[in-house]
Every structure is written in structure tokens, then in C-alpha cells.
């Protein structure tokens, strides 16, 4: 071999191995493939899939269609999400808990719990580090808490028996709290689970950051990659085809815009979540004489108390964090459920809705029980002050099957269902109260199917459903 493409290939294994893999597929492919043996020069291209020439429509800006789109990036033309809202501020993803662990209610892994908690795990990474490079360390330091930020209180004796049972059934997973641990966790007297490995997301942040991670990742490839803030209907996907190439439908409850989804087996479920103002001063690690405010760790008890940030009022009148405990739970199934207004926008039973809707319905039945049910959680919320804010999201559930509700991945059929639609479309819907920890590895396996048109890169369960229609 000649000495140059001795150093050629030194050169480009350092790049490859070191600093930019980017750059020393770039040398590959711009002459260096004739100086390196063909096994060694198949290797180091096959580092990258092989880009596609599709142009990707994905309706719907939250969990499921930023996951999507994260993972298309790079490797098609282009990708465009249609939501009419700003990154960030999706529907129900952006006022979800943000609760990211594998576990079911009874302390049991979740179907593809791990798979998808690592997942999940990664895109978080990419999705701070975005913010922190296009400039918001706030929202950066705040995105993500530290490990084990999540702790069930056993309420019942009932309780007590099952939990320690699942401590020593799950030791990597679940600690149990005595009295005193639990009282240095969380400040006020009781026992209960450790939820090991767990952390609070800030969801409007988290989002926000995935979007930022998928511009980075276009800007490093060919694929254009654009936020169309217009509403997508189905008269658009029936048009689409002409502009794209694949429609994927991941809206969320905003898929009762599309009249021929009516047959799908799912319900939409409103959540609300009542925001408790945080009287702490600073956000300061807590002492034993301060308030309610100071909980530093989320409870989940079938509802949650999640302490945080609320991001769409950031600051206070000095110019500090407004620091908030949220009190929430997704419990409120709906009637008329496929009423809708056009597009992607929610009807008149569901949507995200902020101080307007709370000043006339603050009174609400459902309002009251969500803060009696909070306070039982966490009793000094029983002193603390009163909402000053709340918010309201729809998701979309699936029934319920021997491995829990399951989402609805797959491709739709134009014979059942889908007549008239030109572009491959594709479903991703049903995260339901799951979609913290599902939505990273379906995003990836939906992205290699819709590249492969092959559905057999999604797991047989969540593409059953479509099956059975």
C-alpha cells in the first residue's frame, strides 16, 4: 500500500474513532474509498444507513411525533411536523407529570419497561444538550432531576405488604422507606417505595430540547427539517400525496379530526393538574421549618404531587423561578369524544385550557377531589395556598389487555378505512399515561419501519389492533 493512503487511512481512523465521525465518512466518500481495503471501506460506510429520498408530513408536535421525527432526521429528505403550537407546548405531553420510570401502579415491570426507559434515557441526553448549546442553561438544569426523585407512600396496611414485597422482588428497581428514611426524603412522617433510577422531566423543556436535538441532527445531514405551525386535516392527508411521500398521525386526541380513525378502540381521558404555588425561598434545599412547598421529590399514589417549574409563567415579580407543586391525575374519561372543531384542534370536551377556564370552573367538583386526593398524597398541602393556576390535557387510551393499554403503532390500510389517501400513512397513537417511557423506542422502531416498509420492525402488540380491523 502506498504511503499515502497509509496516512490516508490512519487520518481517517483517528477522525472516525475520535472527533467527527461525520467528517471522516465525508473523506471516504470523497476519494479515500479507492485507498482503503474493500472489507475496511464497507465497514466504516455501513456506520451510516443508507439515506432515503422520502419526504416525511408528521402531524402532531408531542411525545410521539417529535420521537418520530427525532429519529427520521438524517436519515430522509425531509420531515415536517404540523402543530399549530410552538415546540414545546404540545397538548397533553407538555402538561404530563413527566414521571419517567418502567413500572406499572402494582410494581410490576411495564411491558418493554427497560427498553423503553433506556430509550427515553437517550433522548433525554440529546435533548439537554441541545438547549445547552443553542443557549438555555435554564432550561437545561432544570429539564431533568436527579436519580430516584420518585417515591409511592404506602396509605393502607394493604400497601405496607404489597411494597415491601416488590422491594425484594425488584431490589435494582424499589427500595422500601422506613419512618426515618422516608421523613429525610420527604419531610413529613410516613413509609413507603424508593423508586430507584427514576427522574422528574420537565416536560415543556424536555420537548422544546428534542426539537432542538432533531435541528441540530438536520443541520448535520441533508434532511430539511421544518415546524409548520398550521393545522393538518383530513382533507390534507388526502391531498398530501403529492407533497409527501409518508403522513405519519401522531396528534394525540387530535386525531378525531380524522373521521376515518372512528373505528379505533380507544377512549380520550382529560387530565388536569392543579398548579400550588411554591413559597420557598430561592428553591433552596429545604429546612424542618419550611412549608409544604419544599418537596423536593414527586409522590405517586394513583394521582402525584410533582414538584417543579412552571415554564409558561418562569418568574416571579424579582425576577426568580416560580416554583410550583403540580397535583395531578388523568382520571376524567370523555363522552362525544370524536366531537371536534377542524384540523388538529381538540373539541369542545377536551383541550389544554389555563387561568380562563380555571376562574369559571375552579369550583368544579372534579377540581376539589383532585386536591383532596393530593392532599392525602401529601397532608401539608392541606395548609399550603390555594391553585393559582390549572391545565388540562386529553389523551388518548387504548383498552386495556393482559400486558396493560398498549399504544397503536402500525401503517393503515386504504381498504380499512383510509380510502382516499395518497401518501403511506401511519398511526402512532395511545401513549396514554405511559408516554414518558414508550414514546423514545416506538419513535425508533416506527422511523426503521416506515424507512424499511416493513411494519415487522414494530413490536406484534402494539400493531395488532390495526390487524384486527
Known amino acids: ?5 497509509r496516512t490516508a487511512l490512519i487520518a481517517t481512523l483517528f477522525l472516525f474513532y475520535c472527533f467527527k465521525p461525520d467528517m471522516a465518512h465525508s473523506l471516504l466518500l470523497h476519494g479515500l474509498r479507492r485507498s482503503l481495503p474493500v472489507c475496511l471501506s464497507k465497514s466504516l460506510l455501513s456506520s451510516k444507513p443508507e439515506p432515503s429520498n422520502l419526504k416525511v408530513a408528521v402531524v402532531g408536535g408531542g411525545l410521539a411525533g417529535l420521537s418520530t421525527a427525532w429519529h427520521l432526521t438524517g436519515l430522509v429528505k425531509q420531515v415536517s411536523i404540523f402543530d399549530p403550537r410552538p415546540p414545546g407546548q404540545a397538548e397533553a405531553s407538555a402538561v404530563a407529570g413527566g414521571l419517567l420510570h418502567p413500572l406499572t401502579p402494582k410494581n410490576r415491570l411495564l411491558w418493554c419497561g427497560l427498553r423503553g426507559f433506556e430509550a427515553t434515557s437517550r433522548l433525554v441526553v440529546s435533548s439537554k ?3 445547552s448549546n443553542y443557549g438555555d442553561t435554564a432550561g437545561a438544569s432544570r429539564l431533568q432531576s436527579a436519580p430516584g426523585a420518585i417515591l409511592r407512600p404506602a396509605l393502607t396496611s394493604q400497601h405496607v405488604i404489597d411494597f415491601q414485597a416488590a422491594a425484594k422482588r ?5 427500595k422500601w422507606l422506613n419512618g426515618e428514611e422516608w421523613e429525610q426524603k420527604v419531610g413529613v412522617p410516613g413509609h413507603g417505595l424508593l423508586l430507584r433510577q427514576s427522574a422528574i422531566l420537565s416536560m415543556p423543556d424536555y ?7 432533531s435541528q441540530a441532527r438536520a443541520e448535520r445531514s441533508y434532511t430539511a427539517l421544518t415546524w409548520e405551525s398550521s393545522l393538518f386535516t383530513a382533507d390534507c392527508v388526502k391531498q398530501s400525496g403529492a407533497k409527501y411521500d409518508v403522513v405519519v398521525l401522531a396528534s394525540g386526541a387530535g386525531i378525531r379530526a380524522f373521521p376515518e380513525l372512528e373505528h379505533l378502540p380507544v377512549e380520550f381521558v382529560r387530565g388536569r393538574t392543579l398548579l400550588v404555588a411554591d413559597e420557598s425561598k430561592g428553591g433552596v434545599e429545604p429546612s424542618e421549618q419550611e412549608s409544604a412547598q419544599s418537596l423536593q421529590c414527586a409522590l405517586l399514589c394513583g394521582e402525584y404531587v410533582v414538584p417543579g417549574v412552571d415554564t409558561e409563567m418562569c418568574s416571579d415579580a424579582e425576577g426568580k423561578e416560580r416554583r410550583v407543586l403540580r397535583c395531578g391525575s388523568t382520571r376524567e374519561y ?9 384540523g388538529i384542534g381538540v373539541g369542545k370536551m377536551g383541550g389544554r385550557r389555563t387561568e380562563e377556564w380555571f376562574q369559571s370552573e375552579k369550583n368544579d367538583g372534579e377540581i376539589a377531589s383532585l386536591r383532596r386526593k393530593a392532599e392525602s398524597i401529601y397532608p401539608p398541602l392541606r395548609q399550603g395556598p390555594e391553585a393559582y393556576r390549572v391545565t388540562s390535557g386529553t389523551r388518548v387510551a387504548t383498552r386495556r389487555s393482559n400486558l396493560g393499554k398498549l399504544p397503536i403503532v402500525g401503517r393503515l390500510e386504504q381498504t380499512k378505512g383510509a380510502e382516499g389517501i395518497k ?5 402512532f397513537t395511545g401513549l396514554g399515561g405511559r408516554g414518558v417511557v414508550h414514546h423514545g423506542f416506538l419513535g425508533e422502531c416506527l ?3 416506515i424507512l424499511t416498509g416493513d411494519e415487522t420492525h414494530l413490536p406484534s402488540e402494539v400493531r395488532a389492533p390495526l390487524q384486527r380491523l
Not at 1 to 5: E, G, L, T
Not at 334 to 342: A, I, N, Y
Open 423 to 427: 401518501a403511506e400513512t401511519w398511526l
Open 170 to 174: 425488584l431490589p435494582n428497581w424499589l
Open 447 to 449: 422511523a426503521q419501519a
Open 1 to 5: 500500500m502506498p504511503f499515502i493512503s
Open 207 to 213: 420537548l422544546r430540547g428534542l426539537w432542538l436535538s
Open 129 to 131: 444538550t441541545a438547549l
Open 334 to 342: 370523555l363522552r362525544d369524544s370524536w366531537h371536534v372543531q377542524d
